[in-house]
DNA sequence: GTGGTCTAGACCACG
DNA sequence: GTGGTCTAGACCACG
C-alpha cells in the first residue's frame, strides 16, 4: 500500500498516515492480519521521522485497528471492534460537508453516490 | 442564531463558528441577504477575541460566502458561487468518515440517511 | 500538585505524571477546573523535556480527563464521562495484586482496609 | 494449568505467564509442591521461544515462588515466604487503580466485592 | 530486528 | 504565551 503525504495539508503528517491506513483497511487494500510495514521502513519510504510514524501505530492501536507486536512488527487487527455507532465528531464533519456541497449546488443523488462509492470499496 | 463553542473540541474557534454560519446558511437558518452581528457584537455574545471573529469573517468572505460592506456590515451573500463540484479536501475526508463508520459496523443506509437528514436541512 | 519521578522505575515518565495526575483528581487535590501548569513549566520542574510532558497532557485530554485550550493552557474536566465499569485491563492488574498481597500473608481486611483509604482520599 | 495468552496486551509475554502462575498458585490452581511444565513444554504449549519461558521461571525463582531442581524441573514452593506486607509498587499500583475507578464512577463495595472475590479465589 | 521512550531543539497556529 | 508537531539521534526491553 503506498502513502501519500499532502505536505501543504493542515492535517499533521502522523494523522493523514492514519487516516489512509484506516481507508486501506475499510477498502480491502489492507487485509485482517496483515503486515504493516516496520516504523522504520515506512518513516524511510515516506521519508520523514520514526517518531512520527510511531505516533501513527500507536494511535492506531489505541483506536484498535492495528496490533504490536514486539516480534513482529505491526499488524491489521482480526475483529476489529463494532460500536456501530458514527462519533459526535464524524457526525458533526459529515454535516459540515454536505452543507458545504449543497451550498455549491451539488445535487443530493451526487453526495450519496460517493458515500456508496466509499462504502462498497470501490474506489 | 446561536453560535456554540465547544471547547474540548481540537478544531479552533474561529473554524467552528465558520462551520456553523455555513451550516446556518446551508439549512436556511441565515436567509440570503441576512445581516451577521458585528465582530464586536458576536465577540462579546460568545465571549471571545475580536481577532477571532474578525478572522472567521475573513475567511466567509473568501470563501463567497458573506460580503462585507462599509455601511452595513456583513451580510450573507444572495447569490453563492456554485461549482457544482465537491473539493477534493471534503472529498478526501468524506471518505475517511465513510471508512470509519463502517469498519465501525454502521450500515450503509444509516449514512445515507444522515446525508438526506443533513442536506434537507430537516435538522 | 507536586510530581515525582522514580527513575528507576520501569513505568515510563510521561505515565508516572499520567498516574499522578489522575490520582491528584480522584483525591481531590485537583479540584475540577482547575489549571495545571504549562508544559514547559511542567517540564523544567521536573526536570525532563516538554515532548514528555506534551505526550502526557495528550493522553489525559484523550482519556477525558484534562482538556487543553490554546489560550488558557490544560485544565482539568468539570465532568469526567463515567462509564461506571472497571477496565478489564485494571480488573486483571488488582486480581494479580490481591493475589501476590495474599501470598505474603496479607489479610483481605488490610487490602479492603487500602481500597477504602484510597477511596475515599484519606491519603 | 491452561497459559492464555493476550497478543494485544502490552505487558510482556514472559510478565503475563509468570503473572498467571502467580494467580494459579494464590488460587489453588497449582497447589504447594506441584510440577510445573519443563521450559520446552510449556514454550510449545504455547507457541512461543523457550528463551521466554526460561525468563518467566527465573523471575519466579527470584520472588520466592518456585524452585527449580535439577532432576524434577521446576516446582512450587512449599512455604512461601511471607512478608506479610504489600510492596510499595502494588500499593501505588492499587492506589491507581481505585483512582480510575472512582472517577469512573464505580461505587467502592464493588471494588470491596471484587477483592474478596480474588482473593477468596472463587472466580 | 522490532516498537517504545526520551532528549534537545525548532517552528507553527491559535488567541 | 500556549499546546501541537516534527526532526535527528539515541538507548532500551522484548523476543
Not at 504490536?68 to 459540515?96: C, F, H, P, W, Y
Not at 451550498?103 to 456508496?116: A, F
Amino acid at each position: 500500500m503506498v502513502i501519500r503525504i499532502d505536505e501543504y495539508s493542515d492535517v499533521p503528517i502522523y494523522m493523514q498516515i492514519r487516516n489512509q491506513i484506516v481507508m486501506g483497511i475499510s477498502s480491502g487494500e489492507l487485509k485482517a492480519g496483515e503486515q504493516l510495514p516496520t516504523v522504520r521502513a515506512l518513516a524511510l519510504e515516506i521519508g520523514i521521522n520514526t517518531m512520527t510514524v510511531s505516533k501513527t501505530y500507536q494511535m492506531l492501536k489505541n483506536e484498535g485497528y492495528i496490533m504490536t507486536d514486539r516480534k513482529n512488527g505491526a499488524r491489521v487487527r482480526q475483529m476489529i471492534e463494532q460500536s456501530g455507532v458514527i462519533s459526535d465528531e464524524n457526525k458533526n464533519e459529515l454535516r459540515r460537508i454536505v452543507s458545504e456541497a449543497r451550498l455549491s449546488g451539488v445535487p443530493r443523488e451526487e453526495l450519496v453516490k460517493l458515500v456508496d462509492e466509499y462504502y462498497l470499496g470501490n474506489t
